[in-house]
């Protein structure tokens, strides 16, 4: 995992040009873009209110009124998935953001201080990841019950770790270089030079793995749900769609196929957008990854 | 939908003949949801226990049958005293246990006298409370001596935990069930199926069935297509009752709707305020749509109930129309109770289709008068401490599926934390009663009560929906208790 | 050398410890009680109490962690509080159900993945290169459980090829058994393939433009034979790491595919004993799988230690 620091050499046009260029990086971002608007939108304007059940309305297939058709209580399906949306932007985006906030320091620290620290530090966190990380999930939900926020903190937790990892390979590498040792010569302490030299540096790298793992995080707060333990009713989610959908699969097809479209494709999107961004910040990622 | 179709009738085509070779078979594979944790009923609650050993692997010196009605089961007869406190029963002679020892009074003593001993863990201790004494007379003669009349007591005798164990065999029922039936265990694969096979030595008449087993399917989703593909050809209680109109306009399928005494109902818990204001409780009875709670929560069969009794049973009175639904009213009663601007509550629900499913309607439905209800969903395991044993809750849903059992309204600590006196005299005195018709006076006078006064709201008595293959006979409609008794089941041509 | 691996594991013996009291410590604040869930409804509050007694569950917390971890060390697993049968013997069961479950899932992803990998970075950048990855980017996004549920109605309820979920046991024959075991693996395999296709064109791309390589070709050897014989078999450390990784999350990420499936394999043993709060069930097999997960961690750095002693110091 070595990083080369190619920014300073291209100007902004130049990295804006390859980006536009480049093909992941362009549908990624419009899928992305499209998702979040989405989302967005919802909290505004949806076809129909999605906590009101119109059981009269129930299982109706795709029209012109119900765009995806309802489903068993009569909701909109198209609603659902807007406001749906919502949840699972929010779900990754703050369990991504836990992981960074929390891994990201653990990760500079253990490269800065090294030796006994970091050994401790690595340790832990090969002991998190000793953990199937769905079953613990589940056992955190079981304990504190199921609802958004503690699917938030079970999928937070796990990637603490990934962070961890990835900012402490990524600082180790910075560390060696003349840059750093003339910072150090200066009488810049640990602590300075990681946030002022070290994480500027290895800040694309964490970019690359937060797309990554928002698209992890949308996954697994889909399979959280499917179970029953993520967001509850009123809220909408995609994975409690399709669990309600499973038992009607003949009968409304409809009610499983849209929502788990809707998973794909925003996975895709961010799957998409990390890889574009790899290639256009890291010429040589292009090949690795 | 066209082409889903025309792929399904060809898939449907080619299934039938696919299948026509297999007739007049003496095997069967039925599903059920959860696995039992072990096969004795005189040890655990699970409903799974008794669903697949009642009637199959264990009998009682009654038995219950498809109609909640008592019928002989290893006593062929019996005689009641004067004074109703005593009852000799006449046992069957020639019945052996499926170890190969001889049943006899002797057994019978012994299972009832465990079952109320003091360090007892029958899960239905209760139904024993009024036992003082038991004696075998001779072999073939019990007499069962009770500390007052019970109008319940050859029921309750007929009830899954009642079961006869055989004195040297009880102990290692819950690995290897040693009982009195025409079917007796082959093998138990955990976590996959149970295999009971035809006892050759059965002391009555013979089942037709050489073979059963039960399937554990867990997933309502993987339960239609188990039944589709042919893996199952009985589901006694369908978890996907949403898959119902596929299924019933399938020829190869009966799909067959019977009683349960499951009354579902929302539970309130009587002492924590708000709820402890009867208008509250009028308010949340004249919210709630009924209708679109069973369209929701059972596809829209379950029958409606006004009062904890099941429709199916002598004595039951129709008690729905006391709060009908009317928002206006509704909003009445909450400003009668000074909380016109509504409040916020919780409700927890525990991991089934009726509770999580009606559980959002409510939810939506309480949104009209302004109350605010938080789903909580729970397992089983916090379902039982939190709620059952701490009444650590506002409100829940939950199907009481025990018979008889709108006594549970009197038993102080129950966990609706109800107490009206007036309620518990009647109890009291219906417990004491044997004639008949004063005995159907009281229950009814009982559902008024609980009808007038809401300690809960009655939702519906939960169906049974079996789906089996047309060509099988002889399965249960009903549930008057939840058993898959397979003495009479057979496949025909 | 020796040094490092006794320290390496030292360490690994230390991680299990503490994961040992993390998952002690989680089930013992686990809420809801074992021994009401048996007894149910109508069971008093004295019997409930006699059970906990009979079930040990009223002894101080310390002596019981002992007890169990104590167990553990002499492979003793403990009793299921639900099934009342050894823990091992449960285990055995079901691990019949999900070893060969995760071997076939791991070998259809490898089955699939090389010769894609292979594929896409002997055409780097053209057209079959772009379909394959954009293939391979569906397969990463696709959920598992709802690809399961497409597998299941077209393969066992419209065509009938196989069954749409159980497990009939091995005693069933063998071709029987590994029927019901087809469409779980597939629906396990596509994602896990996806990703492994993903890394193994990367690895290859890497190493085909190492020095070697270029000299090899220089030589005038075929391409077909360098790709084949020289690149894949020195891309595969980075291909063996993932395959490492993918088998410790098969064996025990299946949960939701074993309840869609209703397969009776470890993890939905473990689902089921947290809702039935089978404590000890729950806690020996999360060590179990904690242990099984840390050994594979084990192996693949002692392998690269041996294979490339730089790595010593730094790991």
Request: net charge neutral; proline share 6%; hydrophobic share 50%.
């Amino acid at each position: 995992m070595t990083m080369r620091i190619d920014l300073p050499e291209e100007t902004l046009a130049g990295v804006l040009a390859k980006a536009f260029g480049n093909r992941s990086f362009v549908i990624g971002l419009v899928i992305t873009l499209l998702v979040v608007a989405v989302a967005l939108v919802s909290f505004l304007w949806t076809p129909s209110d999605v906590t009101r059940l119109v059981i009269a309305d129930k299982t109706q297939s795709p029209s012109h009124v119900h765009w995806f058709g309802t489903d068993h209580f009569g909701r909109d399906i198209l609603s659902m998935i807007m406001v749906g949306a919502r949840n699972s932007i929010a779900v990754a985006l703050v369990a991504v953001g836990i992981g960074m906030g929390i891994g990201v320091p653990l990760g500079a620290f253990a490269a800065a201080r090294g030796g006994m620290v970091d050994e401790a530090l690595m340790r832990v966190n090969d002991l998190v990841f000793a953990f199937p990380a769905l079953l613990s999930a589940i056992m955190i939900t079981a304990i504190f019950g199921p609802g958004a926020v503690n699917a938030i903190i079970a999928i937070g937790i796990f990637n603490i770790p990934v962070f961890a990892r990835v900012a402490r390979a990524g600082a180790l590498a910075i560390w060696p270089r003349e840059f750093i040792l003339a910072a150090r010569a200066a009488g810049k302490g640990m602590t300075r030079i990681s946030i002022e030299h070290i994480l500027p540096n290895i800040a694309t790298l964490l970019l690359v793995q937060g797309t990554i793992q928002f698209a992890l995080g949308i996954l697994a707060e889909a399979g959280l749900s499917y179970v029953g333990l993520g967001a509850q009713p009123p809220m909408p989610s995609w994975g409690r769609m399709l669990f309600d959908a499973q038992t009607r699969m003949v009968t409304a097809p409809w009610m499983a196929i849209f929502p788990g479209m809707a998973i794909v494709i925003t996975v895709l999107g961010l799957n998409l957008l990390g890889d574009g961004i790899a290639d256009i910040l890291d010429p040589k990622s292009r090949r690795r990854r | 939908m066209k082409l889903w179709k025309t792929i399904l009738a060809a898939a449907v085509l080619s299934f039938v003949a696919a299948t026509s070779a297999f007739a007049a078979r003496t095997d069967l594979t039925l599903g059920i949801v959860l696995e039992p944790p072990h096969l004795d009923p005189t040890a655990g609650a699970a409903a799974a226990i008794g669903e697949i050993t009642y009637a199959n692997v264990f009998e009682g010196l009654t038995r219950i049958d498809d109609n909640g009605q008592v019928q002989p089961g290893l006593a062929e007869s019996w005689a009641v005293s004067d004074d109703g406190k005593v009852y000799t029963f006449k046992l069957h002679s020639g019945v052996k246990f499926h170890d190969g020892s001889a049943f006899s009074a002797d057994d019978v003593k012994f299972s009832l006298d465990r079952a109320r001993a003091k360090d007892s863990l029958n899960p239905q201790k209760p139904l024993f409370a009024h036992i003082t004494d038991v004696t075998a007379v001779d072999p073939a003669t019990v007499k069962v001596t009770l500390d007052g009349p019970q109008g319940n007591f050859l029921y309750d005798m007929g009830q899954v935990a009642a079961v006869i164990v055989g004195k040297g065999s009880a102990d290692g029922n819950k690995d290897k069930p040693i009982g009195t039936g025409p079917f007796k265990l082959d093998h138990w694969a955990k976590g996959s199926e149970i295999t009971l096979v035809k006892n050759p030595d059965y002391w009555g008449t013979p089942a037709a069935l050489d073979k059963a087993t039960f399937r554990i399917v867990p997933d309502a989703a993987a339960a239609v297509p188990a039944l589709l593909s042919g893996d199952i050809q009985a589901f006694a209680n369908m978890p996907a009752q949403d898959a119902l109109g596929q299924l019933q306009s399938d020829p190869r399928f009966s799909v067959v709707i019977g009683s349960t005494e499951g009354e579902t109902i929302l539970s309130i818990n009587n002492k924590k305020p708000p709820f402890d204001k009867l208008a509250v409780r009028q308010a949340l009875a004249s919210a709630i749509d009924r209708s679109a709670i069973i369209d929701a929560a059972s596809n829209g069969l379950g029958k409606p109930i006004g009062s904890h009794f099941s429709p199916g049973d002598a004595g039951y009175v129709d008690l729905t129309g006391v709060y009908p639904h009317d928002i206006a009213k509704a909003k009445e009663y909450l400003k009668e109770a000074g909380l016109e601007n509504g409040f916020s509550a919780t409700i927890k629900l525990p991991p089934v289709p009726y509770a999580r499913d009606g559980g959002q309607v409510i939810q939506s439905q309480l949104k009209d008068i302004g109350i605010n209800l938080q789903i909580i969903p729970v397992e089983w395991a916090e379902w039982l401490s939190q709620v059952f044993t701490n009444k650590d809750y506002d409100l829940t849903i939950v199907s009481h599926v025990e018979p008889n059992d709108i006594d549970i309204y009197s038993r102080p600590g129950y966990y609706f934390q109800y107490d009206n006196p007036k309620f518990n005299d009647v109890i009291k005195e219906l417990g004491a009663t044997v004639d008949k018709d004063k005995r159907l006076e009281l229950l009814g006078a009982a559902q008024k009560i609980l009808a007038h006064d809401v300690p809960a709201i009655y939702l519906f008595e939960l169906p049974k929906i079996g789906v089996w293959d047309a060509k099988l006979q002889g399965m249960w409609t009903n549930w008057p208790i939840e058993a898959d008794d397979l003495t009479k089941v057979k496949w025909t041509d | 050398m020796t040094a490092y691996f006794v320290k390496r594991l030292i360490i690994a013996a230390l991680t299990l410890v503490l994961a040992s009291m993390v998952v002690f410590a989680v089930m013992e604040i686990l809420p809801g009680d074992p021994a009401r869930l048996m007894l149910g409804l109508n069971a008093s509050a004295d019997q409930v109490e006699q059970l906990r007694n009979q079930m040990g569950l009223n002894a101080p917390l310390v002596l019981r962690y002992l007890h169990w971890a104590g167990g553990l060390l002499s492979l003793d697993f403990g009793r299921s509080y639900t099934y009342s049968v050894p823990v091992i013997d449960l285990v055995r069961e079901r691990i019949a159900v999900s070893l060969p479950l995760a071997l076939i899932a791991l070998a259809l992803s490898t089955i699939i993945a090389i010769p894609v990998g292979v594929f896409s970075a002997s055409r780097q950048g053209r057209a079959g290169d772009t379909l394959a990855m954009g293939a391979a980017q569906l397969g990463v996004a696709v959920p598992n459980f709802w690809f399961a549920l497409m597998l299941i109605y077209l393969f066992a309820v419209w065509l009938h090829l196989v069954p749409a979920g159980g497990f009939p046991g091995w005693s069933a024959g063998i071709w029987t058994a590994l029927k019901s075991l087809l469409l779980p693996a597939v629906a396990l395999a596509l994602p896990q393939a996806a990703i492994l296709a993903r890394v193994a064109r990367s690895a290859l791309i890497e190493v085909l433009n190492e020095d070697y390589i270029r000299t090899a070709r220089a030589k005038g050897l075929p391409y077909r034979a360098v790709l084949w014989r020289h690149a894949l078999r020195n891309a595969m450390i980075p291909v063996l790491t993932i395959l490492g990784l993918q088998f410790a999350f098969l064996l025990a990420g299946t949960i939701i595919i074993e309840n869609v499936f209703y397969l009776p394999g470890l993890g939905r043993l473990i689902f089921q004993a947290i809702t039935q709060r089978d404590l000890i069930v729950v806690e020996s097999i999360v060590m179990l799988l904690v242990a099984a997960v840390i050994l594979i961690n084990l192996i693949v750095d002692f392998s690269y230690a041996v294979v490339d002693p730089r790595l010593r110091g730094r790991q």
